[in-house]
Each structure stands twice: as C-alpha cells, then as structure tokens.
C-alpha cells in the first residue's frame, strides 16, 4: 500500500500498526512509550492494541469516553508518522501528553503547561508548510483543559512552546565534547526575551498538521526542569498532567455532544445551558 493512500478495509498502516475501527476519535500522543502504558493504567477497560517501533498504542474509557494513546518516539518526524496514519483511522482529536523544560523562572516544578502554539524549531513542518506559517493550538482543546485543570485544581501555566529536533544544541545543551556553536549560545535567551514558556520536541508539527487537516490538537505538559534555575525532578507533575488530560478529553467529547444538538460547528460558552 502506498502511504499517501487511504486504508482499504480491515489493512493496517504501515508504521502504527492500526486499522480503521481500532481506535476512537480522542487519540493521546506522550512521547515515551512507558506512558502510553502509564495512562491506560488510569482507564476502564485498558486494551493493548499495536506496538511497532516506537510506536505502541492502547485503548480504554474515562469517565464514559472513549480514549487511545499513541506513543510517537521523539522529534518531529516519529510525530508526523503518528498523525498521518492516526488520522486514516480515524481520529479527530490528539492531545501530546508530555515532559518539558521550563524557561521562565516563576514556572515550578511538578505545575503543567497548556500551550497555545509553538515556534517552529523543527525540521519536518518545512515539507509541509512555508516557514510563517503558525503552530496553534485548537482553541477548544485549550479551554477544555483550562477547565480541567481548573476543576481539579492543578497548578498550570499557558504560554507558547519551542519545538526543535535537536535535544543538545538546539536546548541549549552541550554536545559530544563540549561542542557549541553561536545558535546553542543564544537560543535561550532569546526565547525568555519573547516569554516562549517551554522546551519541547514535537509539538509545532502536531499543530500544523492539525491546523493543516481540519482537526483538534493541543499540548499538555509536566513540567520536569527548569532551565532558569536548573531545577530538575524527572518524574514530578506526570500524575497530575495525565488526571488533566484524560478530563479535557472528557470534556471535549461532552462539548460535542453540546454542539450537535444545537447544529454548531464550533463550542462557546453560552451552549452550556
């Protein structure tokens, strides 16, 4: 099967594994395959469906909602995969789920960030879009997490991402034997200049896809370092980044059902009657 083509019936995608049929709409996307793991552990009726290279996906419910997570490997590449054969399966809806490194100073450790969009640092968006195109995050998946975070009353922070392929150089860090160059050297400082809140690696090419495709996606956040202040605590916020992220999926899934009743395309508040 060429992979520009649409799946015939019961034929998997190439990478993923996955056929249509196999997953609902609302599609997590944590880098870390172990997380994947992690947050089916939070759902009824956890389902392992497919693992192939980095990619490991499962299946399960939350509160009623039908939910699946798709690990996607690192950098923007593992990522574009993941989107483009999710999406000839069948979802709609994606929310990355993962770690990062602060850059302002006020941002703790353990809160969450729920970005709005991102710096195009990346190498793979360049195929698909010219360079001033904008990473956005859909506006829905934004308030629906607002809320969720809101309700069960977690700390976090919105603000706008840097997404970049490289996780020495491009963040600042040294290379194999100290190497550096004058890019590695500013790049932070320039981003706190424009109050870009976070570090990251996959999520401007999640957003333009989306925005590209007609589809919803957002980023959610643990917030595992700081660079300003070179905190770091590896595991701290993934708990309350994963209760985020399955309740704004929930919400989202209610809002819909709010939209169809009333004929709309788009949620705002006055639906919640």
């Known amino acids: 099967m060429k992979t520009s083509e649409e799946p015939k019936v019961g034929q998997e995608l190439y990478h993923i594994r996955l056929k249509k049929g196999d997953i609902p709409r609302f599609v997590f996307l944590p880098g870390d395959p172990a997380r994947v793991k992690l947050m089916a552990s939070t759902w009824k009726d956890a389902k392992f469906l497919s693992e192939n290279r980095e990619y490991i996906t499962y299946s399960g419910s939350y509160r009623g909602t039908k939910l699946?997570?798709?690990?996607?490997?690192?950098?923007?590449?593992?990522?574009?995969?993941?989107?483009?054969?999710?999406?000839?399966?069948?979802?709609?809806?994606?929310?990355?789920?993962?770690?990062?490194?602060?850059?302002?100073?006020?941002?703790?450790?353990?809160?969450?960030?729920?970005?709005?969009?991102?710096?195009?640092?990346?190498?793979?968006?360049?195929?698909y879009a010219i360079p001033e195109y904008p990473a956005i995050a859909n506006f829905e998946v934004i308030l629906a997490a607002i809320e969720a975070a809101e309700k069960l009353q977690v700390d976090y922070t919105l603000g706008l991402t840097y997404s970049t392929d490289s996780f020495y150089l491009g963040q600042s860090r040294p290379g194999f034997r100290g190497y550096t160059n004058e890019y590695s050297r500013r790049i932070l400082k320039e981003l706190t200049d424009v109050k870009v809140v976070n570090m990251e690696m996959e999520s401007s090419t999640l957003f333009v896809l989306s925005s590209i495709y007609g589809v919803r996606a957002g980023s959610i956040f643990a917030v595992i370092a700081n660079r300003a202040n070179g905190e770091f605590e590896h595991k701290k916020g993934i708990t309350n980044m994963i209760k985020v992220a399955n309740e704004t999926m929930h919400i989202l899934a209610q809002w819909d059902k709010l939209k169809e009743n009333d004929n709309k395309r788009y949620f705002y508040p006055s639906l919640l009657k």
Request: glycine letters at 16%; hydrophobic letters at 45%.
């Open 68 to 127: 699946a997570a798709t690990s996607t490997g690192i950098g923007s590449g593992a990522i574009a995969i993941a989107v483009e054969e999710l999406l000839r399966v069948g979802a709609d809806t994606f929310i990355r789920t993962g770690t990062t490194g602060a850059l302002l100073k006020d941002l703790k450790v353990g809160s969450i960030i729920i970005s709005t969009g991102a710096v195009r640092g990346d190498g793979a968006t360049k195929a």
